[in-house]
């Protein structure tokens, strides 16, 4: 019985250290702080700004080291003369260029000009020569009579060279939108009209005219023309503000800036 017991009593303090729980004293639970929803957008919106300023300041200092050498905009050199001419015509030069650019320079030399015909490249209107300087109306002769008189070269097909050319607009004020027909001014009237006006003489349109109401409730018509002239708008400047008739009707030409091509008008 004795020995009975003492196992019994063996088995049950065994059942009761197993299954005992061994917890440290020493650890402290974890008892995180819940962050209102207000205050976490608060410290994102922070961050962002941050951000956003460092964003900023970085541009502001590359845009500022880089304006002074880099152009935002580069457009053909005044150095360039275009001659337009047919591309059966393009192709016969281009490909005796060199001869082309050697006979150009010895006949600048004949007459001592200062200008040198650097090279020559060919596109879909004709052939470009770049000079080492802004070549004169002789300059440019000598070229055209040159190449007109060159071998296997049609010199119907070859036009006079100029400088480059840049797009200048202009609008004609004082016009009204319903013609005598009772239909309303189209761009073919108002270009044969211009055809007719010595103030356009040796003015090429470089689009249709746009023709569109001064405002919705009048009757009078703002037309935008838009023609090639040099860089400098030398024609450009000698057309505004000059009066002309259509009919019984005078026009004003007034200069404007660059208006984009409007499919639907909200005027008409």
């Known amino acids: 019985m004795t020995q009975k017991r003492r196992k019994a009593d063996s088995g049950k303090a065994i059942r009761e250290i197993t299954a005992l729980r061994w917890e440290p004293t020493h650890v402290t639970k974890p008892n995180p702080r819940v962050v209102p929803l207000q205050e976490t957008r608060n410290n994102g919106n922070m961050i962002m700004n941050r951000y956003r300023a460092l964003v900023d300041a970085s541009l502001l200092d590359l845009l500022s080291m880089t304006l002074d050498t880099v152009p935002l905009y580069k457009g053909p050199s005044r150095k360039q003369i275009i001659i337009p001419m047919s591309q059966d ?23 001592k000009s200062n200008i040198t015909a650097n090279f020559l490249c060919s596109d879909n209107r004709g052939i470009t020569v770049t000079a080492n300087q802004i070549a004169s109306s002789s300059n440019m002769s000598i070229i055209e009579k040159y190449i007109k008189e060159s071998n296997n070269i049609n010199p119907n097909d070859v036009s006079s060279p100029h400088l480059p050319q840049s797009k200048f607009y ?30 356009f003489n040796n003015i090429i349109l470089a689009s249709c005219p746009h023709v569109i109401k001064a405002s919705p409730k009048s009757d009078i018509a703002v037309i935008w023309i838009d023609i090639w002239d040099s860089q400098n708008g030398t024609k450009a400047k000698s057309l505004v503000n000059r009066c002309f008739n259509i009919g019984q009707h005078i026009a004003t030409i007034c200069s404007t800036n660059m208006n984009p091509s409007v499919l639907q008008c909200k005027n008409c």
Do not use: M
Not at 98 to 110: C, P, V
Not at 183 to 198: C, D, G, L
């Open 89 to 111: 015509n393009s192709n016969i030069i281009i490909t005796c260029a060199d001869k082309y650019i050697f006979n150009i320079n010895r006949l600048f030399e004949s007459i």
């Open 170 to 199: 202009l609008k004609i004020l004082g016009i009204p939108y319903i013609t005598n027909n009772g239909t309303p001014i189209s761009h073919n009237q108002v270009e044969e009209a211009i055809k007719r006006i010595h103030l």
